[in-house]
């Protein structure tokens, strides 16, 4: 069973200020998000219908409140940056990964925190460009 960590849900109602950076097309609402990193034809090229960025919509950014500052960005095909802050106490959370689930509608971003047996899920709609969600959820040891 997960374990809902309150602390981190609090990014959930942060307000954005997003840098539009590129314009994707979106696949079909309530599709599964399918995400992998295509070597095929030589290059390292992302194919993910679930993309942080889609029309006006972007999730890349810095976006903060008196409690948290929490930043979202592709670093490069296929790797994504999940970096919090807790402004009161300054503790920092900063985790790569490439594990997209949810569907289409609704992609997640999940990014494992071992060292902690956390994992942080970043969740958010394309229809809704004023906020995002941030959970984390203790590992089940018992798997």
Same mark, same amino acid.
């Given at each position: ?19 539009? +950076? ?43 409140? +008196?409690?948290?500052?929490?930043? $979202? ?5 296929? +790797?994504?940056?999940?970096? =919090? ?12 990964? $490439? ?22 899920? =970043?969740?958010?709609?394309? +229809? ?16």
């Amino acid at each position: 069973m997960k374990l809902r960590l309150i602390a981190l849900a609090t990014v959930c109602t942060l307000p954005l200020s997003l840098s539009l +950076s590129f314009a994707a097309e979106a696949d079909e609402p309530n599709q599964p998000c399918q995400a992998y990193l295509d070597t095929s034809n030589g290059t390292d090229a992302e194919e993910n219908n679930c993309p942080i960025t889609v029309g006006k919509f972007s999730i890349r950014g810095t976006f903060s409140n +008196s409690n948290w500052q929490a930043s $979202f960005w592709a670093w490069e095909p296929a +790797s994504y940056i999940l970096y =919090v802050k807790n402004q009161q106490d300054g503790n920092t959370i900063n985790l790569t990964g $490439f594990n997209v689930i949810g569907t289409t509608s609704r992609p997640q971003y999940q990014f494992t925190d071992s060292d902690r047996g956390l994992t942080y899920v =970043v969740t958010f709609r394309y +229809s809704d460009t004023k906020s995002w969600g941030g959970d984390a959820y203790a590992d089940d040891k018992d798997d």
